[in-house]
């Protein structure tokens, strides 16, 4: 008996230390708040007068582009289809940032080489085509190993024309269980200070990527408060403050074409009617939807859509124009969005 027992017992023993050790790994990433290393490639600075451009487009990580589905979302696939279509969105995000001039770049998911993505950077890339840019990156998961995943590595990402004088990242509150009950994403906001010269203010560029699946979305109400005591008191000091990326929340009533089952929408729920402080604008084009639902792979008229990715002006501030990109969610599960802005006065 003793020689069935024993290797049954080996086995439990690496067995248990193999899920300790795996638990440890995932929830090892503890990043704190802060100052972020910043890479300087252009001393640009910007005048309290001119206007700006900025654009915002939640990446998708490069592996929900049109043809992929994910488990979380109610889908059946973890890893996109293939090797090739993860590199096809890969050019396709680089090509299109790169073509579509903007003076900031406020990007979600964001993510460097790991399996899931089959060993592609979209985060290399990016750097290389956008090589001008000064850039800071604020991880949301940061794993060195998992099964069938491997490494993994993404977050919010901020690039700009002009020279920030620093760049901070805001932890979130965090969802219980995370996605699949594993990995509990390290929400944050990243805000960009930006001296205006000949004004005594600064312009706060603030990049936004809010939970999408506590139940109820208790946890995005308090993601919220946070948000909204900090943009107000930037306000208050006189600065000018553009908050911009995926609030995960309903921003306008949509009605897009939709054969989605309501069981499929249980992480959409609508913006508090009580969040957004008096005399603030909403930017975002009411006619391009900028999310898709991941049950199945995309297809116009039936995967549902709505608006949950946009922009958030203090008075303070005059839009000048808006423009959403109906680019059919080739490369991502989200759209991008590009408007232009000025001080006032």
């Known amino acids: 008996m003793i020689y069935i027992l024993f290797p049954l017992l080996s086995i439990l023993v690496i067995v248990i230390v193999f899920f300790i050790s795996l638990m440890l790994t995932v929830a090892g990433f ?8 910043v890479t300087v490639n252009s001393p640009r600075q910007l005048s309290g007068e001119e206007a700006v451009s900025l654009l915002i487009w939640n990446l998708g990580y490069a592996g929900l582009g049109e043809e992929s ?9 973890i890893l996109p289809p293939s090797r090739q279509i993860v590199q096809k969105n890969v050019n396709g995000i680089a090509s299109f940032l790169h073509e579509n001039n903007s003076d900031f770049f406020l990007l979600q998911e964001a993510a460097g080489k790991s399996r899931l993505i089959y060993n592609l950077d979209l985060w290399h890339k990016l750097t290389e085509k956008l090589s001008q840019y000064n850039f800071a990156h604020s991880p949301t998961v ?19 024309i002009f020279r920030p ?21 390290k929400y944050n906001f990243m805000s960009a200070r930006f001296n205006l010269s000949g004004r005594d203010q600064q312009l706060i560029v603030i990049n936004l990527h809010l939970a999408a699946f506590d139940k109820d979305g208790i946890i995005r ?11 107000l008191s930037e306000y208050e000091k006189g600065n000018f403050v553009v908050v911009g990326g995926d609030w995960n929340h309903s921003l306008t009533e949509t009605n897009f074409p939709s054969t989605t089952k309501e069981k499929y929408l249980f992480w959409i729920h609508d913006l508090p009617a009580d969040f957004t402080p008096q005399d603030w604008q909403w930017a975002f084009d009411e006619a391009v939807p900028t999310v898709r639902t991941l049950e199945r792979p995309y297809k116009a008229g039936e995967n549902y859509t709505c608006i949950i990715d946009g922009f958030l002006l203090s008075p303070n501030l005059e839009l000048l124009s808006i423009k959403g990109f109906d680019l059919q969610f080739k490369f991502s599960d989200h759209q991008p969005i590009k408007i232009e802005i000025k001080p006032k006065g």
Do not use: C, Y
Not at 152 to 157: D, F, Q
Not at 165 to 179: A, D, Q, S, T, Y
Not at 221 to 231: G, H, N, V, Y
């Open 30 to 37: 503890q990043p704190q708040e802060g100052v972020l290393p």
């Open 221 to 231: 109400k308090k993601q919220l408060k946070k948000l909204k005591d900090f943009m």
């Open 69 to 77: 589905t994910f488990i979380a979302d109610g889908g059946k696939s």
């Open 142 to 160: 940061k794993i060195p190993w998992f099964p069938i995943i491997g490494r993994l590595h993404t977050g919010n990402a901020v690039f700009s």
């Open 165 to 185: 004088e620093k760049i901070f990242r805001h932890n979130l509150p965090l969802e219980e269980n995370g996605v699949l009950g594993i990995f509990q994403q």
